[in-house]
């Protein structure tokens, strides 16, 4: 094999991440197994039958194959960095195309057909958007707390993003909210991960609990994060817990003040029945929203009197995270889709629904945990093989794994993948290049998010959202975009390795 | 270790793991609740269907039965290579049939799986047996029994009514009460005692196992359910009398029906032309030759035809006229071959005249009941004809007409009287009077009644003054009948007025030839039947011939309603059929004099005058 300018490193066998390798074919492996399973009762053929998936998977895997070896021998390494702008734009274009030339699967519209082969763009999408951010990012003076830097790295990851869900595909979109690890590794202020999260746990309280539960627990964390960050941790202990205690007591105060109207006994003085209409009319809600409006401008004057660009800003927060959680209820049942607010709905327990749409979720927990600890056995599973779990052998793959391998094998898979991004993670460290190291944890960041949402979904810890799981469901689509996101990676690493 | 923001991500992506390692061991190992369920995904439910309830007669003679007959069930997956024509030419079918659904079986086999389907519904014992006995040939094959219907009887398909697989919409009517493959009545006493009859189904558990085949009985069976049998029902029918009544209506088209005037049970109820009790076994198959008949046999005439009554309908009119006090009995009334008003007339067959209330019965007289009806609806006791005519219309509705009666058949109608506010809408408030209405008096015009209400009228008559709801279900073991039908229902005109009627149609029949009664071929010697006559007009082709009866006179045992539809006047059909009915129940013989008639009346074909739409 000759290298660029002749300059010859160490050989093949050395330079490549062997044990990234292994992973990638342990997992490769682990999925055609367990296709074959969760088809085979239906119709009994030959692992390699062309007729059944397990058969298609074999060619889409031999095809993966033959796409690695492009990508390690043929390739340069160099390429990448230069071409990342066309590929990416290339890809906006097909996303777009897709809406209007693609087909309709499942209601939405993500899928090219030619002839027997689909594919989806918004998979190709994934290894371009990575490409071009570590392009971006690399750039020698980018630093990503630069306001213009940061909304350009912004912009490439939410365009494709925005074009997916236009695609009505959620689910893929979900997958781009994972580059926040990378931009974390890169830089970004740990604080912006923190207000996504304290974001969607907002949003579930308020559908959950109430808005009153919602917002006295953004007080309470609110407040314990700018004591923290002031120093003044023990003030907060002395008078933030014991108030935010209080104010958590007012709605039984309230109640128990306000009495119930129809314990009033006919013909009763009337003053005492104004008094009881007067305490039930006012909203605990309220009285929180009144005392934090007067702590609102002493907390900001404050603030800006020390200049403490912190508090400001937490300040800023808690008025958006207020905000949030008036327009919650309107996201929720104006913003979402139908479809989706079931989904979410069942997730957190708000509607019972085992046989609608909890059915999946609820199926494909029995069949989960019907595995016990070391499963039924191979091709001994009975829930995933007669079809009581649907899109058994590509968005519900594990619940095949959990029948038939049990605690055990589910463990041991998840093990596999964390270790597969561990060992992802650790190579991007020792690269030397910031394009190697960047693109590094896009990937390892597809990977995880594709995993935790998916397997989160099986067992209900996540609303169905219908992704694949990474190398282990059925579907080339899938096989090809995560074998070229890997193989990219592992030919960038095994270049740094030739030389280093 | 540092706590660089490299290791911070390898923790969080640690975290992750054993959050979701964390709900794995939980629903895999702590909460069993999964497990279970999963059980109940194993376990397999096949249904027994419970034998239907049997239908007898008031006798305790079986009209409809269970037989066996057999599904032919195929198992796609554990069929090889078989001789299509041989199974074929065994089991009596097109050999392309077979291999028409062999082929839809291979373009399911993802949903069949290794299931069983049914090729072939209900086919007949005689035809499995040979099957059978071939079976080895067949793997795969195999037969599931399955009672069906069997009719020792004919007693008429619209009677009993027809079992046939249920169908969405019946299920959406029935909410939680069946499933797809269940069957249930859907016409007649199948219909109406579906309750009592379909039984309980049963199942058997068994387990599967992951290649989705059968392994063996869950808890050895001691969870199965045993199918509940269908509770009998019997029935006010006389078979033999049903029988009778089916061949006397043989070719015509019309209705018969006898009643117990003591009960109000329905002896007979015949529907011509009905469904053969042959296609009823197996309705499904014949159910296109059955709505192309341009005769409509589905069409139940004895409830659901609206017809004008004709003359039968004076008796009412009489009743009425008698107690509203317009007329005493011994009241007569001129006829000059009709009824002479203005410019117009409502003509009358030649008799003599005047008449006399007995004779105007007997000589069914015309002339008379315009007199009559005149009389109710110019009662100066009423303000304007308005009230006259809406209290005329409650004494004939007091006799059950222009109502469902109530009974316990199904899909009765209710039929149609006239009140004032109908007339003013089609001649606006006082712009009709009496003579406008006038054809109301001999039945005719604007009134519809359905045969049973006929027949209702005539057990009415018979037991002076009042009835009983016609019914068809009686009393036993299993099944109450709702107390309403061992109600007596009185009519709004005085018992002590019955009599004169009663007298009227007694000479009718037996007044012999020549004597002006316009029944006289009903007359059996030591019967004392009581008849009236009716012929009611039809533009479109010959009249109707109507007959009502009842004997004996003074301890009446049944009362019988014909029509017969385009069978002109009411002695030359009806008659003789409704008196050959009765002695028959009577007599359990036809008389010696009477073979010819019966005969006549056997042979009678009357399917050409009747005008159909092709």
Known sequence: MRELGGHRGRGLAKTIDWKLVIYYLLLILIGWANIYASVQSSEPSSIFDWGCRSGKQFVWIMTSFGLAGIILFVLSPRVYEGFSLPIYLFTLLLLVAVIFLGIEVKGSRSWFEFGPIRFQPAEISKISTSLMLATVMSQLGYRIGRMKDFILTALIILVPMGIIVMQSETGSALVYIGFIFMLYREGLSGWLIFMVGMAILLFILTLTASPFTAILVMAGVGSMCICLYSGRFKWWLLIGVPAIVLMAFVPSILGSLAGTPEEVVEGAVETVVENVSIFSKIKPLYILLAVLGCLLPVGAYRAFRQRNMFSQLALVAMVGGTLLVFSADFIFNNVLQDHQRKRIEVLLGMKEDPSGVGYNVNQSKIAIGSGGVFGKGYLNGTQTTYGFVPEQSTDFIFCTVGEEWGFVGCTAVILLYVLLIWRIVKNAERSREAFTRIYGYCVACCIFMHLFINIGMTIGLMPVIGIPLPLVSYGGSSLWAFTILIFIFIALDRNERKYF | ?614
């Not at chain 2, 035809?127 to 399955?146: C, D, I, L, N, S």
């Not at chain 2, 009823?280 to 709505?291: K, T």
């Not at chain 2, 479109?540 to 002109?568: L, T, W």
Request: include cysteine; charged fraction near 20%; charge should be neutral.
């Open chain 2, 1 to 614: 270790m540092k706590l660089n923001r490299e290791n911070k991500l390898l923790i969080g992506l640690c975290t992750a793991a054993a959050i979701l390692i964390v709900k794995l061991f939980n629903i895999q190992i702590v909460e069993d609740k999964y497990k279970l369920s999963a059980e109940n995904n194993t376990m397999v439910y096949s249904t027994i269907y419970p034998t239907r309830g049997i239908i007898l007669d008031r006798n305790g003679d079986i009209i409809v039965g269970n037989k066996v007959a057999y599904d032919l069930m195929v198992t796609p997956k554990e069929v090889t290579a078989f001789d299509t024509l041989a199974l074929a030419s065994v089991l009596d079918v097109d050999p392309d049939v077979i291999r028409e659904k062999m082929k839809e079986y291979y373009n399911n086999r993802r949903r069949i799986g290794y299931q069983s389907v049914v090729m072939f519904k209900k086919i007949p014992q005689h035809t499995y047996m040979k099957f059978a006995e071939v079976a080895y040939k067949f793997p795969g094959f195999r037969g599931q029994p399955r009672s069906i219907r069997e009719y020792p009887f004919n007693a008429g398909g619209n009677l009993l009514g027809y079992v046939s697989e249920v169908n969405a919409k019946y299920m959406e009517q029935h909410p939680g009460e069946y499933k797809a493959g269940d069957y249930a009545g859907m016409t007649g006493i199948e219909a109406a005692r579906e309750k009592e009859l379909r039984g309980e189904k049963g199942y058997n558990i068994w387990l599967r196992n992951s290649k989705n085949r059968i392994e063996s009985r869950y808890n050895n069976g001691e969870d199965d359910k045993e199918a509940v049998p269908g509770d009998d029902i019997m029935t006010t029918i006389d078979a033999e009398l049903q029988h009778y009544g089916q061949m006397l209506m043989n070719n015509k088209v019309g209705s018969l029906i006898a009643i117990e005037p003591s009960t109000g049970e329905i002896l007979t109820m015949v529907s011509s032309p009905g469904i053969d009790v042959d296609m009823l076994a197996d309705f499904g198959q014949h159910y296109n030759e059955i709505l192309s008949n341009p005769y409509k046999p589905m069409f139940n005439r004895t409830v659901q035809a609206p017809y004008p009554p004709g003359s039968v309908f004076k008796l009412v009119n009489g009743l009425i006229g008698l107690q509203e006090g317009v007329f005493t009995p011994g009241t007569t009334y001129p006829c000059s071959m009709g009824y002479h008003f203005g410019k117009s007339k409502l003509g009358c067959h030649a008799h003599k005249s005047p008449v006399n209330f007995e004779e105007s019965i007997m000589m069914s007289c015309n002339a008379y009941y315009c007199y009559v009806l005149r009389g109710i609806l110019e009662n100066p006791k009423y303000a304007c004809i308005d009230d006259a005519m809406d209290t005329w219309r409650e004494y004939v509705m007091s006799f059950g007409f222009g109502q469902k009666l109530g009974s316990d058949f199904p899909s009765e109608l209710g039929g149609f009287i006239p009140d004032s506010k109908y007339y003013n809408r089609y001649y606006r408030k006082g712009g009709w009077k009496a003579t406008t209405v006038i054809s109301l008096s001999i039945g005719q015009g604007e009134i519809g009644c359905t045969p049973l209400h006929l027949a209702n009228l005539c057990a009415t008559i018979a037991n002076r003054g009042h009835y009983y709801i016609p019914h068809i279900i009686k009393d036993s073991e299993n099944v109450e009948i709702d107390p309403k039908y061992k109600e007596k229902h009185y009519t709004m005109v005085d018992t002590t007025h019955f009599p004169k009627v009663v007298g009227g149609m007694y000479r009718a029949v037996n007044s012999g030839f020549g004597s002006g009664g316009t029944a006289s071929i009903a007359a059996v010697e030591g019967l004392d039947i009581c008849g009236k006559t009716g012929t009611a007009q039809n533009p479109h082709g010959h009249d109707h011939s109507v007959f009502i009866c009842f004997a004996p006179k003074d301890d009446p045992k049944i009362a019988v309603a014909a029509y017969v539809e385009n069978g002109g006047f009411g002695n030359s059909y009806a008659a003789p059929i409704a008196s050959l009915l009765t002695e028959m129940y009577l007599n359990g013989e036809i008389g010696e004099d009477r073979k010819g008639l019966e005969k006549r009346m056997l042979d009678a074909n009357l399917m050409d005058r009747v005008k159909v739409k092709k």
